[in-house]
């Protein structure tokens, strides 16, 4: 059974520009974390972004949904994982903060 971290943030921004946003971020995180990561898939399915990560022996499912007013991610975490929960929350609103310019 998965557990599931949501992070919503408003903004109001073209979604365009968040897409490239989201991709940038994405990029650099998938750089910082090279080492670690077993395995990488990530593409756009509409305005929905679908990353799927294997590393240290787990598979993490995330969802980036954009929309005109709100980004929100939705990350299904192996149950083994769920007491990193509020670290890996924090870690998704920094880097959605950065990526959005609302530092």
């Given at each position: ?39 990488y ?41 769920a ?21």
């Open positions: 059974m998965a557990y599931k971290i949501v992070v919503t943030i408003n903004h109001q921004l073209e979604v365009e520009l968040i897409r490239k946003r989201v991709e940038a971020r994405l990029n650099l995180l998938r750089q910082d974390y090279l080492k670690k990561i077993a395995h898939d990530f593409f756009w399915s509409g305005n929905v972004a679908i990353i799927q990560v294997e590393a240290l022996g787990y598979s993490v499912l995330a969802q980036i949904f954009l929309t005109e007013r709100q980004v929100r991610v939705e990350v299904s975490l192996p149950w083994m994982l007491g990193f929960s509020k670290k890996i929350e924090n870690l998704i609103m920094k880097n959605a903060r950065d990526a959005l310019g609302k530092n």
